[in-house]
């Protein structure tokens, strides 16, 4: 315990100026040490409540407290804010400019300015495809808790209802987990126009930087389209409820007929690449499953399709999403703050009520791995297999070293990609013939593991049981074949809904009838392109960053409301296996999309005329190295080929400017490859 000694030469003292120091002292040393020690605590209580000015000195040199450091710092955090954003507003509007210039050297000019200096001109219409999450949507019913809302953004923009009201946030942006559309109670729309995409949030750019280089060149309002939808329900489900089929229909026929016949150049993004595959056979389909333009609308309205970091093939972390509502990223947070994203704040279990949300947004079982073990490889295969995880360039032949060669060898036992989810490190790299597993497709589900106080959070985990939770992992290893039945099992009610709007697995016959069903069309491998020769389709995406492509998990620490399996974020592979870190084997990619999926149909599967594309529409491959930006003041560059950052690149901008302005893929050169996409293409074993 701290000693409290008296202050000297306090007005409590009566003590006079010529007074000898120590006297008192003196004095109190007569007395036994107990009795001093008394008198003085009590002498000293007596002063501190009757002396006032004692007290006064007391309250001055009151301790610092925990309190107080937060306020300085949040006010100096504030000021240092205002301050900065006061000198942004006072400086010249160029000195940023001037400043990176100084830094860096002089800046190119945007792909717009220095394009229309070239002549180029406005041409063929643009339509814009968003991809999922990067479209804005607003509130037009809700319930008592978003009074208030009415017509503002739910999703994009500043997201300040996710912090404001959280759970009456989620409540919004479920639907129904039966029907997947609208709750009861509750409208959600898409908003409309350019600016339903531009930015994803103040300061984030998604298809600003394209909108406002084709400007340059004269394009505006009238000649430019977003294609705007609800991202979260089902492809067929966006014309059932908002009739955006239809609107999408509609707008690209006035662009056509406008702009004197010029067909139309439509650029989709992610997960827009799937709808608008989803769209082309829409169209041409019959009423009333279709929008009965006929099998020649293709033909006669569209240029091109410039697809950018298209999923054609669907993606990994899809399946993480739906399986344990995490990723890369969420998982190493997990394993920071072990429990957290987990824990009850409030009353708001983080992970369980996303997993509740997303699994209600149909729309993301579209991207769930197609074509099964023969194009994502199985138990001791895959098309990627002898990957080098370093990354390092390619030399002017395009050849690797003999090195990079040898450590490829050495990489191929390690990175076993065909199994996309591995229970156990080790599980990950044995041979099969090393592995037992017990089939979890007819085991019992168990006791129910929710209480009465996770049903605000239910999760159809909550229905499996002990038993069922178990019968996964025992399971040891999935690939793509068994991650279908493997979702099925955890979770029916999602597949169930899944199923009826889409499908994953390659076509036998084109021809059979049962492939005019809408649930096939948004999926390459089980549908035909349309009948139109003259149409160009591109295949444009990043590619040097490491990119989620399978993964290691264990089963979570039992818990109430809990999800029962995770990311192992401790499996590692070392020196010997650089592929795996944090529970995750990488491949080539865009961060996002593994490049299997993105360029396999244009360098294969559609590659001249094959059942999948019977009339020879030409297509193309264009790949973006990944250059992050030299300092900070470029921002997020103008080269990178992160999977959204990519619609900033100056050369992918270049090539949408030129070819709406009448360029053809030759005319732009054609392929442009920096990876082992079409070596890895031909070891996928398809008929064509």
């Not at 609308?297 to 993480?320: D, Q, R, S, Y």
């Not at 594309?613 to 930006?629: C, K, L, M």
Request: aromatic share 10%.
């Amino acid at each position: 315990m701290p000693t409290l000694r008296r202050r000297k030469g306090s007005a409590g003292d009566n003590k006079p100026q010529n007074s000898k120091p120590g006297l008192n002292e003196d004095k109190e040393r007569k007395g036994g040490d107990s009795e001093q020690r008394s008198n003085f605590d009590v002498n000293l209580n007596s002063n501190l409540n009757c002396g006032s000015n004692n007290s006064s000195a007391e309250k001055s040199r009151r301790r610092w407290s925990c309190v107080d450091s937060c306020c300085w710092f949040i006010g100096c955090i504030c000021s240092m804010w205002w301050f900065l954003l006061f000198l942004y507003n006072a400086m010249p509007a160029s000195f940023p400019q001037y400043v990176t210039e100084a830094i860096t050297g002089p800046l190119p000019d945007p792909p717009g300015v220095k394009l229309a200096k070239d002549g180029l001109r406005a041409k063929h219409p643009v339509i814009f495809v968003p991809g999922i999450v990067t479209g804005g949507l607003e509130l037009w019913e809700g319930h008592a808790c978003a009074e208030g809302l009415f017509r503002k953004r739910l999703w994009g923009g500043t997201f300040g209802e996710v912090y404001k009201r959280p759970l009456c946030w989620v409540e919004h942006m479920s639907l129904d987990n039966e029907t997947g559309l609208d709750p009861p109670g509750i409208k959600i729309r898409p908003v409309s126009g350019l600016v339903a995409a531009d930015y994803f949030a103040p300061g984030y750019f998604v298809w600003a930087v394209l909108i406002a280089n084709l400007a340059r060149i004269g394009y505006e309002d009238k000649n430019m389209y977003m294609a705007a939808y609800d991202w979260r329900i089902s492809f067929q489900n966006t014309e059932v409820r908002d009739q955006t089929l239809s609107r999408i229909k509609s707008n690209i026929e006035l662009m056509v007929a406008t702009s004197g016949g010029k067909k139309v150049v439509v650029v989709p993004h992610s997960m827009g690449v799937l709808y608008f595959l989803h769209f082309m056979k829409w169209v041409e389909a019959p009423a009333p499953m279709g929008g009965g333009g006929g099998p020649n609308w293709c033909a006669e309205h569209i240029k091109a399709v410039m697809n950018i970091g298209g999923p054609f093939l669907g993606v990994p972390k899809a399946v993480t999403g739906l399986f344990s509502a995490e990723a890369k990223d969420i998982a190493i947070a997990r394993a920071i703050a072990p429990g957290v994203l987990d824990m009850d704040v409030f009353g708001f279990q983080t992970l369980q009520h996303v997993m509740r949300m997303t699994r209600t947004w149909d729309s993301t079982m579209s991207m769930i791995p197609k074509g099964g073990d023969t194009i994502w490889g199985g138990f001791d295969w895959s098309p990627e297999e002898g990957h080098d995880c370093s990354l390092k360039k390619k030399n002017d032949n395009g050849q690797t070293t003999a090195n990079n060669r040898t450590e490829d060898l050495a990489n191929s036992f390690h990175a076993k990609y065909g199994r996309i989810i591995s229970f156990g490190k080790d599980v990950s790299n044995l041979h099969s013939s090393e592995i037992e597993r017990v089939d979890f497709r007819d085991a019992m589900k168990g006791k129910n593991l929710a209480n009465t106080t996770c049903r605000d959070v239910w999760t159809e985990y909550h229905d499996m049981g002990i038993g069922g939770v178990k019968a996964i992992a025992d399971y040891k290893v999935y690939t793509a074949d068994s991650i279908l039945d493997m979702l099925q099992f955890v979770a029916p009610k999602m597949m169930k809904r899944g199923s009826a709007h889409f499908s994953y697995g390659v076509a036998d016959d084109l021809d059979d009838k049962r492939y005019d069903h809408y649930k096939y069309w948004s999926n390459p491998l089980e549908t035909k392109l349309p009948n139109a020769p003259n149409m160009e389709i591109f295949s444009m995406y990043g590619v040097g960053i490491p990119t989620e492509r399978a993964y290691v998990y264990k089963l979570s620490p039992a818990a109430e409301c809990y999800i029962p399996f995770q990311i192992d974020t401790a499996a590692e592979g070392g020196d010997k296996g650089p592929c795996l870190k944090g529970g995750v084997y990488s491949v080539n990619g865009d961060e996002t999309v593994p490049i299997l999926s993105a360029g396999f149909m244009c360098a294969k599967g559609w590659r001249g005329k094959t059942r999948f594309n019977p009339s020879g529409i030409r297509t193309f491959v264009r790949e973006y190295n990944h250059a992050p930006p030299s300092t900070l003041l470029e921002g997020r560059g103008t080269q990178s080929g992160a999977h959204v950052d990519i619609m900033g690149n100056f050369a992918l901008i270049e090539d949408i400017i030129k070819v709406a302005a009448g360029a053809t893929g030759e005319d732009i050169g054609g392929d442009q490859v920096h990876s082992d996409i079409f070596k890895w293409s031909e070891r996928i074993k398809l008929k064509l």
